[in-house]
């Protein structure tokens, strides 16, 4: 079945420096969707980043992500990790016809000063 | 724009207890999904409803029902709350079920369960 890994547990980073959170998948569908979901503390996730284009880059507030059908990748990357960066990331697969997706298991991010 | 609410905030259950979490949208989309939230195993699906009277399960069923009383609301009944158990269930809506790929699933800020 599909499936969707991303880096596991604590990503730990000191704030400045660049951070990159893995995130692979497996599907046999041909068209898909992908999504950065970010949730603070004690919030609702929110999207972050979306795309359904082979080797086009998505962008917003400072992060970006490229999907790469060729590899089954969607990393997560900031140049520069900022204090408020700091929460919980998760990936998301949309396939096929179906409203469902397919979530990683979530990679906390810690920015330290 | 809209909001997704869900009440109670918290909520502390006895073993054995039903137990009922309510989520309200009014975003006016057809589709709503209830998922639980545990650390470190991600966001796993309950139920989902494509459309008001339609209730679907998803891969983590067992030991729940849900009720879409109408386009807006849905609700989430843990059926007998197990002793000890800890989670977040967290609502969510989308447009609809089969349309554009990049529709977003807009979530609510989640119950958290406490059973003692």
């Known amino acids: 079945g599909d499936s969707v890994t991303q880096t596991e547990g604590l990503v730990t980073v000191t704030e400045g420096l660049p951070v990159k959170l893995n995130c692979t998948y497996q599907t046999t569908y041909l068209t898909i969707a992908f999504f950065w979901y970010v949730q603070y503390l004690n919030e609702a996730p929110q999207v972050l980043l979306k795309?359904?284009?082979?080797?086009k880059r998505t962008e917003h507030q400072g992060f970006h992500a490229t999907l790469h059908k060729s590899s089954s990748s969607f990393h997560l990357q900031k140049s520069s990790a900022q204090l408020s960066d700091s929460a919980l990331y998760y990936c998301a697969l949309r396939t096929g016809n179906t409203g469902k997706l397919i979530f990683g298991l979530g990679t906390t991010l810690q920015v330290q000063p | 724009g809209g909001i997704i609410t869900q009440t109670p905030k918290f909520l502390i259950g006895q073993e054995g207890q039903k137990l009922t979490l309510k989520c309200q949208q009014n975003?006016?989309?057809?589709?709503m999904y209830w998922y639980r939230q545990d650390s470190g195993k991600g966001l796993r699906l309950i139920y989902y409803?494509?459309?008001?009277?339609?209730?679907q399960k998803g891969d983590l069923s067992e030991g729940y029902d849900a009720s879409r009383e109408k386009k807006s609301s849905f609700s989430l009944t843990v059926t007998s709350a197990q002793k000890n158990e800890m989670a977040v269930f967290l609502c969510a809506s989308s447009p609809d079920w089969g349309g554009r790929y990049q529709d977003t699933q807009y979530f609510g800020p989640g119950t958290r369960l406490l059973v003692l």
């Open positions: 975003f006016n989309h057809d589709t």
């Open positions: 409803s494509i459309t008001e009277n339609d209730l």
């Open positions: 795309s359904s284009t082979d080797n």
